[in-house]
């Protein structure tokens, strides 16, 4: 006999999944392979952030910075993995999540989707076009200073080049739409880095560079802070905060595919991560900069390689980070097709072109603004990402498949997930006070329209 859960719905019974808004039907399309997922997930991870890996380093010195660089891509594969599981779980149950916010709305409750996990992840997405479009910038300008090093323009403007791009990217319809541009970026990103990794030993093993000086330098105050400040850079070079976004566009049957997709991207993350940070930090220790790029030339204007080199580099890094802004985009635009697209009318019909074009063009308008306002916005997206991605990537999976699963408390799983969960709580608290007293510290530089 069956049993019946409140509501009146037979506990044996299989929950019908429910219409899908605008926003899913039109930008989460369900059409890709495994190989798209891992495109997606590698523009989404192994983007030009990971140049400030070395920086990062300076602060912690070897043994910390090489542990915790490796600590980072196995408890977020791991992580992500957990997160695909239990994803494919409800799916076989017919309740298949498009969305984070669905997810946490569905295993802890209402409340946690649509006023915790739904507003964190869009500030973390949306955090991270803003940062992509200042980066962009940044990389037109150092581009434009090396074939014209007293040239007058400010970076403002090259803020607002690079979203003009945007103006016109971010019309692309579907999340599912955007594999082929990620193909590229794949590419893309292990071509920047080789640069960076080459360059780093180049001038590491010339007599052009800085003095190399593994110490941990400054008081005690400014070590500690410091130290958590790294764990925030590396923990936010490993974030995603899309996971169930990027497997909501795999083709049914999902089963299997997320892992493959995540092999992939993870083997470009090796690749990529520890050849740039180990290299850069080998190289310039802790006179690392915030992007190793900007210790390819010093504060006068010498160049330590090859112009074209320094502008290859930062032409690829440039061509990346547009791609990885606009995956941070889907987000966005799935919350704007659920609010003005007709589901019920065709994807190309004037009812939804014209909102969908007035619409995305504001957000990546106002994105760009931002940038250009706050040329300063790293330390805001550190906070950013000690709030955001230390939640959606460390907290959340572990405690979806412990709610999901339900391991037993005397089984290795439990506690490996418990233990991640408590840790990482921990370090995100420490690390946006960090972040907090980092901005403190860079407030009295803050400047609109700063041409830094």
């Known amino acids: 006999m069956k049993t019946?859960?409140?509501?009146?719905?037979?506990?044996?019974?299989?929950?019908?999944?429910?219409?899908?808004?605008?926003?899913?039907?039109?930008?989460?399309?369900?059409?890709?392979?495994?190989w798209?997922?891992?495109?997606?997930?590698?523009?989404?991870?192994?983007?030009?952030?990971?140049?400030?890996?070395?920086?990062?380093?300076?602060?912690?010195?070897?043994?910390?910075?090489?542990?915790?660089?490796?600590?980072?891509?196995?408890?977020?594969?791991?992580?992500?993995?957990?997160?695909?599981?239990?994803?494919?779980?409800?799916?076989?149950?017919?309740?298949?999540?498009?969305?984070?916010?669905?997810?946490?709305?569905?295993i802890l409750g209402a409340k946690w989707g649509r006023y915790y996990v739904g507003?964190?992840?869009?500030?973390?997405?949306?955090?991270?076009?803003?940062?992509?479009?200042?980066?962009?910038?940044?990389?037109?300008?150092?581009?434009?200073?090396?074939?014209?090093?007293?040239?007058?323009?400010?970076?403002?403007?090259?803020?607002?080049?690079?979203?003009?791009?945007?103006?016109?990217?971010?019309?692309?319809?579907?999340?599912?739409?955007?594999?082929?541009?990620?193909?590229?970026?794949?590419?893309?990103?292990?071509?920047?880095?080789a640069c960076a990794t080459s360059a780093s030993i180049y001038i590491g093993n010339s007599s052009k560079g800085p003095e190399k000086d593994y110490r941990v330098i400054g008081d005690a105050e400014s070590k500690v802070f410091g130290v958590f400040n790294a764990t925030a850079i590396i923990a936010t070079t490993y974030g995603n905060g899309i996971i169930p976004e990027i497997q909501a566009t795999l083709a049914e049957p999902v089963k299997g595919k997320m892992m493959k997709g995540l092999s992939m991207c993870y083997t470009v993350v090796t690749a990529t991560f520890f050849s740039v940070a180990i290299s850069g930090y080998w190289a310039f220790g802790n006179k690392a900069q915030g992007l190793v790029l900007s210790n390819f030339s010093d504060r006068n204007g010498v160049h330590f390689v090859p112009k074209w080199f320094i502008f290859l580099t930062n032409l690829l890094t440039f061509l990346q980070l547009s791609a990885v802004a606009v995956v941070y985009l889907q987000p966005t635009n799935e919350v704007l097709e659920s609010l003005f697209s007709d589901p019920t009318r065709k994807e190309f019909s004037a009812r939804n072109v014209i909102p969908r074009f007035i619409f995305r063009s504001m957000s990546v308008v106002v994105a760009t603004t931002v940038a250009a306002m706050l040329p300063f916005f790293g330390d805001v997206n550190s906070l950013i990402g000690a709030f955001g991605f230390m939640p959606l990537d460390f907290i959340l999976p572990v405690v979806f498949f412990n709610v999901t699963f339900k391991p037993s408390r005397r089984s290795l799983v439990f506690w490996i997930n418990t233990a991640i969960a408590v840790a990482f709580s921990c370090l995100g608290v420490i690390a946006a006070v960090a972040a907090v007293r980092q901005i403190a510290i860079d407030a009295n530089t803050y400047k609109l329209?700063?041409?830094v």
């Open 4 to 34: 019946e859960e409140k509501g009146g719905r037979d506990k044996d019974e299989v929950p019908q999944p429910k219409e899908l808004d605008a926003g899913a039907l039109f930008v989460l399309k369900s059409k890709g392979s495994w």
């Open 36 to 106: 798209h997922c891992g495109y997606h997930l590698t523009t989404s991870i192994v983007a030009p952030p990971l140049l400030s890996l070395p920086y990062a380093l300076s602060f912690m010195g070897w043994f910390a910075g090489i542990s915790f660089l490796v600590v980072g891509a196995v408890v977020t594969f791991y992580s992500y993995n957990l997160l695909s599981l239990v994803i494919e779980h409800y799916a076989s149950l017919g309740r298949r999540h498009l969305r984070f916010r669905d997810m946490a709305h569905d």
């Open 119 to 193: 507003p964190i992840q869009f500030a973390v997405c949306y955090g991270a076009v803003v940062a992509c479009t200042l980066l962009g910038g940044q990389c037109l300008k150092a581009m434009y200073l090396v074939w014209d090093p007293e040239g007058g323009m400010k970076l403002y403007e090259f803020v607002v080049i690079f979203g003009v791009l945007m103006l016109v990217l971010a019309q692309i319809p579907s999340f599912h739409s955007l594999r082929h541009i990620n193909l590229v970026s794949l590419a893309l990103c292990l071509a920047y880095s």
């Open 449 to 451: 329209f700063a041409d």
